[in-house]
């Protein structure tokens, strides 16, 4: 759920930058529940500064954004479970209890928005152009 808030918040300020202002969701065929993930992608797209038609009912909750639940159950679980459980977080150095806290230096540096950074294009080198050998005629 924090993911989907933050791919929705990104989204929506790489949209500003390019003078984007309003989109329509469209979720398809399928009728998604409320509160779920693409709901939380369009908080984040909402919250990032764009206008989308929606009904507040359809939205998450704050908490269950932020990650409180995943803080939660990660606090509850037993430390070989945890581990198993949350391997991809501590692989990578995360605790998943701190998952608020991760969410909201994540959302600072997105709402931030540093510009990428320039980068020069490499030189490229055109190969030099064989010089046709001159070919010797056989002697007579």
């Not at 509850?76 to 991760?102: A, I, R």
């Amino acid at each position: 759920m924090p993911s989907a808030y933050l791919t929705g918040l990104l989204c929506a300020r790489l949209a500003t930058e390019k003078r984007i202002k309003s989109c329509v969701l469209d979720v398809g065929l399928v009728k998604p529940l409320a509160g779920s993930r693409i709901f939380a992608v369009l908080k984040g797209a909402i919250d990032g500064g764009l206008e989308i038609p929606h009904s507040e009912d359809s939205l998450p909750p704050e908490d269950r954004l932020r990650g409180v639940h995943i803080a939660n159950y990660a606090a509850m679980l037993k430390s070989d479970k945890k581990q198993h459980t949350f391997s991809e977080y501590t692989k990578k150095g995360l605790d998943p209890k701190d998952m608020p806290k991760h969410f909201d230096i994540v959302k600072t540096n997105i709402m931030k928005g540093s510009k990428k950074p320039k980068t020069t294009k490499p030189k490229t080198t055109k190969p030099k152009k064989k010089r046709a050998s001159k070919s010797k005629s056989p002697s007579s």
